[in-house]
């Protein structure tokens, strides 16, 4: 509110004034249809969340399972490593296939 004062000490007029509120008020109608565009909007959000979650978490168990088969995988490929490597293994290829034999003692030439 607002004071005014017209005139001398004698004759004063005093008027008050009412301001107009800085914010206008929101009629009714606008008020509940804000209130329920905002309610739509945050169920929508839940909604995509929950779908989010859903999607993230099998996504996990997939991966889960892929790293599992990979690590079995690993596994074999380890063992087959070590059967490749072995002293028996490399030989009777050295043997067989390709013909090579114990060297006899004259034929080893010692290098100093």
Same mark, same amino acid.
């Given at each position: 509110m607002r004071? *005014?004062?017209? =005139?001398?000490? /004698? =004759?004063? *007029? %005093? +008027? *008050?004034?009412r301001e107009t509120p800085v914010f206008p008020s929101? #009629?009714?109608g606008r008020g509940l249809l804000g209130l329920a565009v905002l309610f739509l909007v945050l169920a929508l959000f839940s909604v995509w969340m929950s779908g989010q979650y859903y999607r993230i978490g099998y996504g996990v168990s997939v991966a889960l399972e892929e790293k599992q088969l990979l690590q079995k995988e690993q596994a074999l490929l &380890? %063992? +087959? *490593? /070590? %059967? /490749?490597r072995s002293p028996a293994r490399i030989e009777a290829i050295a043997r067989g296939q390709l013909g090579m034999v +114990? #060297? &006899?003692t004259e034929r080893i030439i010692r290098v100093k």
């Open positions: 004071r *005014i004062v017209i =005139g001398d000490s /004698l =004759g004063m *007029i %005093t +008027e *008050i004034r929101v #009629p009714q &380890k %063992t +087959e *490593i /070590l %059967t /490749l +114990e #060297p &006899k």
